[in-house]
């Protein structure tokens, strides 16, 4: 044991006496790695950090949650079909409230794109829902400021708006939102309340951090015409294990409302998260696949790299190589100086690859919340180590099993 | 004593489909503290019989035993260790490790034994003193002369106080003076009772040894002790 590791320690001295003297080569076959280690981490870093976000988003709207709509998010169903379906309306929903027992919050939902402003800034294109006070016992909403609109407020359709944390950031920077009047196209609202941020950028317009909320009344007074869009209606089970049943009576209840008779299909769809965490679960998993695939790719492209300049330099040291074994140097010996060097390049360019990719993680912070894997050090090690030793072992074998005569007479 | 003991090797090559007969039938013992010099023309299988001294390469038949030890049929790893431990080569392209320092090619053969690092330091530098290198220790081959490089190649033979050195043209690189005192430096290994084999087409450098040993054709054609040797001045070479 102590002899091996006198050969460990002796090889390494001499792996690290090649690199240095070869500082160049070495730096351009780490480059390969850096490459393919910056690119894994960074790849799982960025992936992790999608996953956080939409799991954070997901729970804010709530597991326990379905949604009745004319359109259905997921199905085989021709889009036509859809289309021709009949608008969900506000008279609809007050029967639909009138006939459901098991749901412990219903409301009704609609939206309208337009342009917020306060002073001279503005936030174009923004998705203006209305609906009623209840809305938010459908939601899993924190406050930073203010309130809800009440029960009043949304019944008499009042001018008041509770509005997400991007766009409070946006019309003010200083954060005095509450109680000041902002322009929603040519209308004037006033803030009652200010969300606090969701971070679900995945859910991209449906992110609540960018999303305002007024009275529905107050969007057909000012916005659009009731007749021309269909509503959703966001209903609460009483638990997540009574989605099940809730699904079920919403199902009947919204067959009576529409007055369908027992032959006739469903002209409304009842959809649920479960439907959307599937949908998100096979894309991320895509892009996990093609990712780790791709990444994994350019750490192959730089193992071939590695071993590629390691046989030239087992072959541009064939005389070095004569001479260690005509003055002693073992089989073994030779092969572990050769597999120490490529393992050190390696594991070198593992280490500033992992550097990159926190860097680049830094980077990306800005746009996406990413989260450094830390365990993807040791892992980033592994993969290195891994394939310093595939690359070099080919190189190092050649080198360790040539014959002293034939190597010392090599110029 | 007897150091080396060879009766009848042979070495054959296989070149394509031809086969060539490098040493035919070679017997011959070379006794503690002599001083040999192995001539021959090219293609007389010197080198071959070097290489087979040397431990390097392994005869095709015969017998060939090292301090009584058979090397006839020692695997790689075998010939390794008795290369590091019993033979110093000394060769004609000096053959140092180009990017390390003289200290650093010296110690090389001591790594592979598996001595200390201290230990290992303190024989090279007392090598490198006695070839009268010591002010040298931390150039690199291309920072020294040839016969320097000479020096520092002979320092490494004798780092492991090994049981022959083996000198393969050691002044076939160098001027005649430098060669000269090369030839001193062996000399004065000799006197101090080591064994040298040296391989040389030059009879005036095969004249340093006691005996000379003349091949031709694979064959051993004369074995002689040497009459009128010559002995270089010592002074002029040491220091």
Partial sequence: MNNFLFELRESMVIALRAIKANKVRSILTMLGIIIGIAAVVTMSTAIKGIDNSFQSGISSLGTDVLYVDKWAWFSNEEWWKLRNRKNITMAEYEKFRELAKLPIASAPDTKTNQTVKYGDRRVEGVFIHGSISEYIRTVNFDFDQGRFYSDIESNSSRDVVVIGSEIAKSLFPRGDALDKTIKIGPVNFKVVGILAEQGSFILGPWNPDNLVYVPIGAIFKHFTNEAWNSLTFNIRAPSPAMVEETRNEIEGVMRKVRGLTPGEEDDFSINQQEGLINNYNQVVGVIQIAGLFITGLSLFVGAIGIMNIMFVSVKERTKEIGIRKAIGAKRRTILGQFLLESSTICLMGGFIGFLLAVLLSMMINQF???????????????????????????????????????????? | MNIINIEHIAKVYQVGSEEVHALSDVSLRIDKNEYVAIMGPSGSGKSTLMNMLGCLDTPTSGKYDFKGVSVSDMTDNQLAAIRNREIGFVFQTFNLLARSDALHNVELPLIYAGISSHERKERALSALTDVGLRDRIHHKPNELSGGQRQRVAIARALVTNPAIILADEPTGNLDSKTGEEIMAVLHEIHQKGNTIILVTHEEYIAEHAARIIRLRDGLIERDEVVTNRKAPKLKEAVN
């Avoid at chain 1, 040791?378 to 002293?404: E, H, N, Q, R, W």
Wanted: charged fraction near 10%; hydrophobic fraction near 55%; avoid cysteine.
């Fill in chain 1, 368 to 411: 996406i919340p990413t989260a450094v894997q830390y365990n993807a050090v040791i892992i980033a090690i592994i993969i290195s180590l891994i394939t310093g030793v595939l690359a070099g072992f080919a190189p190092a074998y050649t080198a360790a099993k040539m014959d002293p005569v034939e190597a010392l007479r090599y110029e």
